[in-house]
């Protein structure tokens, strides 16, 4: 099964200034089948660079190097993201218990 990897759960796995944070997502981060989008890799240099974190570049270019050998990465191209918000109005449309219409982004990827 695949599971998505957002920007936070990289985040934590790699900068474990929180403890608990970083217990968590090492646990979500580590396994097979772990995928996460360009937008992740992104978001990931923008978090590291800036607040409380200031990660280096030299850092951050190991950190997104480790996590690109670690997990697939998806791209987020103009379809995927129409795809998604497709996906989302269909969801708003068809209520699911377990989805939300947020939900479109995660399928759309994958």
Known sequence: MKRFVDTNIVVYNYARVEPDKY???SDAFLGVGR???TQVLSELSNVLSSGKFRFSWPEIDAIADEVVSAVDILIVSIATI???RSLSLFLLRQPHPCLSHRSGVLYALL
Do not use: G, I, L, M
């Open 23 to 25: 217990r968590k997502a």
């Open 35 to 37: 995928v996460c989008s």
């Open 82 to 84: 129409k795809k998604a």
